[in-house]
């Protein structure tokens, strides 16, 4: 190959990288598309959103609640509701109908989780996710709202991510909580090695837990967190996963562990896969058992 040849080699691969970084920039800088935002309310409810600076992440962020009209001068009983991975604190509101429950009397929060599994980043330490829902979401609603500040009126639930999230704060908070809901949880997520097929995945995984096989990565672990666990101490865990689920495999066996434990819990294993549709069907019967494990007032 001669020497002309080469340099025009050369210069289209140049300009082929200028036209890719050109690409990615303008990819990750184009203005987002309208929001997409259809609440599904339910008779007898309120809902607000609210914005809010939090400490911890030193930002702003952004919550939803459903409440009762009629909540009158009752504090009424707090549900978290943690969204997945990829998601918003719009989600429940939008793909379940989770407002009858508020209509029942119960204070329902959804907070903003961005892509963080609700965890104090091991790498980036401006994202302690986990101390803003623990306490500045927390002191903002009951501040705001006419919620519940005791633990016995305090319950907390998510789907996948947010699963993941709920199980991992209600163990290391467990005098927060009184009830933790899990629907797919992604409960293996710090277990999951490094692995080149998902790089992005992997050097995200890392940013918050740490290296594989490390101390940080082992202390978010919820599988390590039972072993340290309190059974008499943690809330009950109500934890749901899909026959077509790849998660199911260590769900059972997370389940399997908290029975080794002695800690009080109950799973159930549904027909379907990893999606709203069928997360939404399966807030009947957990709110029901929820509603058993909350102290519900009058």
Request: hydrophobic letters at 40%; aromatic letters at 12%; charged letters at 20%.
């Given at each position: 190959m001669t020497l002309k040849n080469r340099n025009f080699l050369l210069l289209l691969f140049l300009v082929g990288l200028a036209v890719a970084a050109g690409w990615v920039f303008a990819s990750r800088h184009k203005n987002p598309g309208p929001i997409s935002d259809h609440p599904r309310l339910a008779t007898g409810v309120l809902m607000r959103d609210v914005a809010f600076h939090s400490r911890a992440?030193?930002?702003?962020?952004?919550?939803?609640?459903?409440?009762?009209?009629?909540?009158?001068?009752?504090?009424?009983?707090?549900?978290?509701?943690?969204?997945?991975?990829g998601g918003t604190f719009r989600d429940w509101s939008n793909y379940s109908d989770v407002a009858q429950f508020a209509a029942a009397g119960l204070l329902l929060v959804m907070p903003q989780g961005d892509y963080s599994y609700y965890t104090n980043?091991?790498?980036?330490?401006?994202?302690?996710?986990?101390?803003?829902?623990?306490?500045?979401?927390?002191?903002?609603?009951?501040?705001?709202?006419?919620?519940?500040?005791?633990?016995?009126?305090?319950?907390?639930?998510?789907?996948?991510?947010g699963g993941f999230g709920a199980i991992k704060l209600a163990l290391d908070h467990p005098d927060k909580f009184v009830f933790a809901g899990a629907l797919s949880p992604a409960i293996d997520v710090p277990r999951?090695?490094?692995?080149?097929?998902?790089?992005?995945?992997?050097?995200?995984?890392?940013?918050?837990?740490?290296?594989?096989?490390?101390?940080?990565?082992?202390?978010?672990d919820p599988f390590f967190l039972v072993t340290r666990a309190d059974s008499k101490s943690v809330p009950y865990f109500y934890l749901v996963c899909g026959t077509q689920e790849s998660l199911l495999a260590p769900n059972r066996e997370f389940?399997?562990?908290?029975?080794?434990?002695?800690?009080?819990?109950?799973?159930?294993?549904?027909?379907?896969?990893?999606?709203?549709?069928?997360?939404?069907?399966?807030?009947?019967?957990?709110?029901?058992t929820l509603r058993r494990h909350l102290d519900i007032r009058h």
């Amino acid at each position: 190959m001669t020497l002309k040849n080469r340099n025009f080699l050369l210069l289209l691969f140049l300009v082929g990288l200028a036209v890719a970084a050109g690409w990615v920039f303008a990819s990750r800088h184009k203005n987002p598309g309208p929001i997409s935002d259809h609440p599904r309310l339910a008779t007898g409810v309120l809902m607000r959103d609210v914005a809010f600076h939090s400490r911890a992440l030193n930002r702003e962020m952004r919550y939803r609640v459903f409440l009762p009209e009629n909540a009158g001068n009752r504090k009424l009983p707090v549900i978290y509701l943690l969204h997945g991975g990829g998601g918003t604190f719009r989600d429940w509101s939008n793909y379940s109908d989770v407002a009858q429950f508020a209509a029942a009397g119960l204070l329902l929060v959804m907070p903003q989780g961005d892509y963080s599994y609700y965890t104090n980043a091991v790498q980036r330490p401006q994202d302690r996710y986990e101390d803003y829902v623990v306490d500045d979401l927390r002191a903002d609603v009951e501040t705001r709202f006419p919620a519940r500040s005791d633990r016995a009126g305090r319950a907390i639930v998510g789907v996948s991510m947010g699963g993941f999230g709920a199980i991992k704060l209600a163990l290391d908070h467990p005098d927060k909580f009184v009830f933790a809901g899990a629907l797919s949880p992604a409960i293996d997520v710090p277990r999951r090695k490094f692995t080149w097929r998902r790089l992005n995945q992997s050097r995200q995984f890392e940013a918050m837990f740490g290296p594989d096989g490390s101390a940080t990565r082992r202390s978010s672990d919820p599988f390590f967190l039972v072993t340290r666990a309190d059974s008499k101490s943690v809330p009950y865990f109500y934890l749901v996963c899909g026959t077509q689920e790849s998660l199911l495999a260590p769900n059972r066996e997370f389940s399997a562990l908290l029975g080794r434990y002695g800690i009080a819990h109950e799973f159930h294993i549904a027909p379907g896969g990893h999606e709203w549709n069928r997360w939404s069907a399966e807030t009947q019967s957990l709110f029901q058992t929820l509603r058993r494990h909350l102290d519900i007032r009058h």
